[in-house]
């Protein structure tokens, strides 16, 4: 596009509102303390007048409504420039797509410039920097002097402002071909770092980079930018030079880190949201080039499927926690909906505050800071509220410092978050949480050398980033100030080495001041300078600190040496290793980050080293970690000795997955020769770890296999060894485990396993047996899912003739309705009359939730509808509901497809938080309008294969060879991606279409009810 006639387009889109000031003004003319925002109405609670009443601010601190709608609507990150003005991304056109009731402009999104400009905390005016649909719902903003970054994937823009008029004169692609499109899972905001470069991230939605040009991005070691395992997987988190050159990958895993935050020494902070409903939000110290575990990291397969020794806490198990390998967490803050991050290094907010890493968490409708504490080489953090709102309609999705030392809160304002879904499209809220309602101008100008001395140290990032240009760009000459800067210690110090090192003449004098400095915090600073600098001198600026008195300096050293692989590193990487202590997994994980790229040279240096010490307890931790051959027939040896703990056996067995060495199959097959104590364990682990190929190589193996399997009948052992070996005469053990196992997930695995190897008679017999009526419930619960011919056909006949009883045919009919085939046959049967009263109920609810248009649609039919099918949500949500009958409908209704407080089926997401996630209006949204707010990871599919079987869930995870989806019932399959034949996405939504028309009214708000009250404590202060 022509520069003139771009300019010209956006200076017709500026809009400078002079605001009536209406609103603000009444939120002063009544003191929110008089307004008691418990007693609002719902309608009232919306009315920005009211924001400020619903909200506790932590002492010495006051919150004022800086604007709000229609100032500002749904923004979804900011900025804020030298000038104290906050830049924000609107996102009115936030996926239309599942919003089909808010409108869309053709204009597209918009980029504000909100300003006051008299000094009272208040926004006056509201400037349109940019407007357009190719930044529809734009995830990131950075101001950086003229520069604007903005990223919305599938692209990364750069928009230049040379002149200062608020209108872009040039808009540059940085980065294409992101995926994420108009989705939270996307790239996200960009941030300058103390060392000069760019840190942004994307979340397992955005897969790839690729440039300007369309080519694929390389990092600066030659990788792809690709999550495919090869070696990235999912969400990463990224650096690189301020013009995309250089880049790095400095972690990944993730599932969707929505911002990376760096203080002054260079540390990294970041949070990643969970799968929904699994209460497993977390905060990342991110130690660079680490995994942080999503997938697993060998398969990619999703952390639901079964591997050795996995964690008993769903939250743990989330993220690979128990494996080699993975970085551990700073903090899980239970459930959420994480955004944005920074580390605040200013000065207005309370000393407590300072230094702090704080955070916009809109699932809860909070602002948090993460009181940090250092615990051995890594950190232990605990929580404390800045600002929690009562208003269920607050959702902070960004938090940023303004030249003044006071901090911004963009608020989203809806009824929910994520999902793809977004309840009003109308509102949204910018806040200011200061010491002072009155905004006062900062006068710093960075171009002076004053102004830039001054500027180095403001929170503010563009002040920041203009000082440290100007400073940079002085050479030499800027040493007498960087040298008084230095004087000054902590953050200034930081800052100011970082401006030293990059002074060509004077890196060498720079790097080693750091690391021979006093405080650890620099000294770890060091180390990441002399990486910054290159491979060259990095071994012998590493010897400055190989054995330092901090661990948490030893680790950054630890991480230096990753890709140097010579003699000299592997003799420092030794000398860290004999440091490692008992327990302390942050060094531990260093250690492997930094062995990574050269295990067998630096673990045999270490060998050598340690001698017959290496069966100390951090020893053996080492062996453990470090994916070297020679490590093989040590942790073998551990394995073996007679003292080990049983507790210790699943995480050794665990560690052999990454491990290789040509003999590995053989040290497992004599394992089931020893006498152990642990003998039985011992067995189960070691056939479970075994090659196919390698035990059917020797019938001598294959008889030492089925010898142990009765040892270990029910355990995930037993099971994996069935699967991975596909034993054919293990049927009546099959159902012994079906009827009787204690582990739901195992029994539902050996269903599955028992019908592929037809096995129908056998469950067929049993149902009909003395046996008692819950085992046989039992038995049906692990049948869900599974739809092949002999399946179909046991459910048919035996719901047809009603012999077992009310119960048990009710059960029955709801499995039968868990697998495409099987609604099928029920739908035949509701059209040929053949299932009245509770049955015909029973089989209607499992039918609206069927992927089958025709059958979704028509199965409502069969029953009288509730009302004349409206529901008004406005007076829905003023109605009080019981909700101890609520939890009687949740069983009726629900209880099929969700769990909650340990209640139900898990296949859509857990709800045993849901009440702190989602508003009551968005809880009716979400009943009555289903599709419209599917949550990320359970879109669901439909898998056609060769046979002609057809399969609906969603996915678990992908492989390059096979594809494991979870279908109704909450039972797993996985298909071979050569067998599938057609993949399509569902337009709507797995949960049940129109539930609300079927039941009562007032069971509808009494369901809502007890969805409110639905609250997991997430440990705030």
Avoid at 137 to 147: D, E, F, Q, R, S
Avoid at 178 to 192: M, N, P, Q, S
Avoid at 440 to 464: H, Q, R, Y
Avoid at 970 to 979: A, F, R, Y
Wanted: with cysteine; glycine share 8%.
């Amino acid at each position: 596009m022509n520069v003139q006639m771009f300019r010209n387009q956006i200076a017709t889109k500026i809009l400078v509102i002079t605001i009536a000031l209406g609103i603000l003004t009444a939120c002063k003319e009544k003191s929110k303390a008089e307004i008691d925002f418990s007693s609002l109405s719902e309608q009232e609670k919306r009315n920005p007048e009211n924001a400020l009443a619903s909200m506790e601010v932590a002492e010495g601190l006051d919150l004022e409504l800086f604007a709000s709608e229609p100032m500002v609507t749904n923004p979804t990150n900011m900025a804020i420039d030298a000038k104290g003005r906050i830049w924000v991304c609107e996102a009115r056109n936030y996926r239309l797509f599942a919003n089909p009731d808010n409108s869309y402009d053709n204009s597209g999104d918009r980029i504000l410039i909100l300003e006051d400009t008299n000094g009272d905390g208040k926004a006056d005016t509201s400037k349109v920097f940019y407007q357009g649909e190719d930044i529809n719902a734009a995830l990131g903003i950075a101001v950086l002097g003229n520069k604007v970054i903005i990223s919305v994937s599938p692209k990364v823009f750069v928009f230049t402002d040379e002149n200062g008029d608020d209108i872009p004169d040039a808009k540059e692609v940085l980065f294409q071909g992101i995926e994420g499109i108009d989705h939270d899972h996307g790239v996200h905001a960009f941030v300058f770092g103390p060392d000069g470069r760019l840190y942004f991230n994307f979340g397992n939605n955005g897969k790839q980079l690729l440039n300007k040009d369309g080519e694929a991005v390389l990092d600066m070691h030659g990788q792809e930018i690709v999550a495919n395992g090869k070696p990235y997987r999912e969400g990463m988190a990224f650096r690189m030079d301020m013009d995309g050159t250089n880049l790095e990958v400095l972690g990944h895993n993730f599932r969707n880190p929505y911002e990376i935050a760096i203080d002054s020494y260079g540390g990294l902070w970041q949070s990643d949201n969970d799968d929904d409903g699994n209460r497993g939000a977390r905060i990342n110290y991110v130690m660079e080039y680490g995994n942080y575990g999503y997938t697993d990291l060998l398969t990619g397969a999703n952390w639901r499927e079964r591997r050795t020794g996995w964690d008993n806490d769903i939250p743990k198990r989330h993220w690979h926690l128990n494996d080699p390998g993975t970085v551990p967490n700073l903090l899980q803050t239970g459930s959420g909906s994480p955004c944005g991050i920074l580390v605040y290094e200013d000065r207005m907010l309370p000393q407590k505050f300072q230094n702090r890493p704080i955070h916009a968490e809109p699932g809860h409708n909070v602002v948090r800071a993460y009181m940090v504490d250092e615990l051995d080489a890594g950190y232990t953090a605990k929580i404390e509220n800045l600002v929690k709102s009562k208003d269920k309609w607050f959702r902070p999705d960004d938090v940023a410092t303004a030249p003044d030392g006071s901090l911004f809160i963009s608020d989203w304002y809806d009824g929910g978050v994520g999902g793809h879904k977004a309840e009003d499209s109308a509102r949204g809220r910018i806040y200011r949480l200061s010491t002072s309602p009155d905004y006062k101008a900062v006068a710093i100008d960075p171009m002076t050398e004053d102004g830039a001395v001054k500027g180095l140290l403001s929170g503010n990032m563009d002040i920041f980033y203009q000082s440290w240009q100007k400073l940079h760009s002085m050479g030499e000459a800027a040493q007498p100030l960087l040298t008084e800067l230095i004087s000054r210690g902590g953050i200034a110090k930081a800052r100011a080495l970082w401006i030293g090192l990059q002074i060509p003449t004077k890196s060498k004098e720079y790097i080693e001041m750091a690391l021979k400095d006093t405080d650890p915090k620099i000294r770890m600073q060091g180390v990441r300078m002399a990486r910054f600098k290159g491979k060259e001198k990095l071994v012998q600026y590493v010897s400055l600190v190989t054995n330092d008195a901090s661990s948490q300096v030893r680790r950054e050293a630890a991480i230096a040496l990753r890709f140097i692989g010579t003699d000299a590193a592997a003799g420092q990487w030794a000398n860290l290793a004999v440091q490692h202590t008992t327990g302390d997994r942050w060094y531990l994980e260093a250690l492997g980050i930094g062995a990574d790229k050269f295990p067998d040279l630096y673990f045999k240096t270490w060998k050598d080293k340690v001698g017959e010490n290496w069966q100390s307890e951090a020893g053996k931790e080492i062996v453990w970690r470090i994916r070297a051959k020679e490590s093989v027939p040590m942790l073998a040896s551990l394995i073996k000795d007679q003292s080990i703990p049983s507790t210790e056996l699943a995480s050794y067995f665990r560690a052999l997955d990454f491990k290789d060495h040509p003999e590995k199959d053989n040290y497992l097959m004599d394992m089931l020769t020893w006498n152990h104590p642990l003998k039985n364990h011992i067995q189960a682990y070691a056939i479970g770890q075994m090659d196919a190929e390698f035990v059917f190589s020797s019938p001598k193996h294959i008889g030492m296999v089925k010898e142990v399997l009765p040892k270990i009948e029910g355990t995930p052992e037993w099971i994996m060894v069935i699967k991975n070996l596909e034993l054919k005469d293990q049927n009546e053990a099959l159902l012994r485990v079906v009827a009787n196992g204690a582990d739901t997930d195992i029994g539902k695995e050996a269903a599955h396993i028992l019908l592929n190897n037809e096995g129908a008679t056998l469950i067929s017999t049993f149902l009909h047996s003395q046996e008692q009526e819950s085992s046989k419930i039992t038995v049906l619960e692990r049948l869900s899912g599974i739809s092949n011919p002999p399946t179909i056909a046991l459910l048919k006949e035996n719901i047809g003739s009603q012999e077992l009883g009310h119960a048990l045919t009710r059960k029955m009919i709801e499995t039968l309705g868990n697998t495409g085939s099987g609604q099928e046959e029920l739908y035949q049967m509701l059209k040929d009359e053949k299932l009245t009263g509770d049955y015909k109920t029973t089989a209607v609810l499992k039918l609206m939730g069927s992927w089958n248009d025709e059958i979704r649609t028509n199965a409502p039919k069969f029953l009288a509808a509730q009302g004349d099918g409206t529901l008004d949500i406005s007076q829905l949500v003023e109605r009080k509901g019981n909700a101890a009958h609520g939890k009687e409908v949740y069983g009726t209704y629900c209880s099929s497809c969700h769990l909650a407080a340990g209640t139900g089926i898990e296949f859509g997401p857990e709800l045993s938080d849901i009440g702190n996630k989602l508003s009551k209006q968005f809880l009716y949204s979400n009943i009555i309008y289903p599709s419209a707010g599917i949550n990320f990871g359970y879109e669901g599919y439909s898998f056609k294969t060769k046979d002609g079987k057809t399969y609906t869930g969603y996915i678990l995870s992908r492989t390059e060879d096979e594809i494991t989806i979870k279908m109704m019932g909450g039972s797993q399959k996985t298909l071979e991606l050569k067998d599938v034949v057609e993949q399509a996405a569902l337009e709507q939504s797995l949960m049940t279409q129109g539930l609300a028309n079927i039941m009562p009214e007032t069971d509808l708000v009494d369901l809502v009810a007890y969805l409110e009250t639905l609250k997991v404590a997430t440990g705030e202060e």
